[in-house]
């Protein structure tokens, strides 16, 4: 790897981290429910350099940005971080397979689900261990359409307005 894709990479992490900070502030109606707007900077870096580098830039996004809220490796952290990993490859793989069906913003909501998912698994074997927790379901299919279809589309601006600019 480059020393300029490692400061990309770097810049992309930083923007993800501002953005972190910035969602917490956003009031939504259900505690622990969030947009996503961080996860935009993963949706670049598997667009504009790949899978492997959107594994990394949500890897560090998710520990750096645990380690500034003070969750470093409790619990609410295994779940960023396994549904952040789960979510960039599940993204891959639709990207990869799906390209010619689904743009960026179809690769978002993919990627939406694949985190709500996840995250309510990992609540359900480490947190929870009630089946209850699954009834959570169907509000995450009403969402994260939504939050999906956001990060996307704002993703996919950033990717088409920045092509030739500094970051790609």
């Known amino acids: 790897m480059t020393v300029e894709k490692i400061v990309k990479l770097s810049l992309l992490i930083s923007i993800g981290l501002v953005l972190f900070i ?4 956003i009031p939504f109606p259900i505690p622990w429910m969030k947009l996503g707007i961080a ?9 504009i350099y790949g899978i492997k580098d959107a594994l990394i830039v949500a890897f560090f996004r998710v520990v750096i940005g645990s380690l500034i809220r003070g969750i470093l490796f ?9 549904s952040g990993i ?5 993204m891959g793989f639709v990207k990869f397979y799906f390209n010619r069906f689904f743009s960026a913003v179809g ?9 709500n998912i996840t995250q309510i698994v990992i609540y359900y074997f480490l947190i929870i261990k009630r089946p209850e927790i699954f009834n959570l379901v169907p509000l ?12 996307g589309f704002i993703a996919l601006i950033v990717i088409e307005k920045g092509k030739g600019k500094i970051l790609f």
Request: charged share 0%.
């Open 107 to 115: 690769v978002s909501i993919w990627g939406a689900f694949a985190y």
């Open 140 to 151: 995450f299919l009403i969402i994260t359409p939504v939050t999906g279809f956001i990060t």
């Open 39 to 47: 996860n935009i900077v993963s949706i670049i870096a598997l667009y």
């Open 22 to 25: 910035v969602e917490s502030f």
């Open 86 to 90: 789960i979510a960039v490859l599940i």
């Open 74 to 82: 409790n619990p609410i952290f295994i779940v960023a971080i396994g």
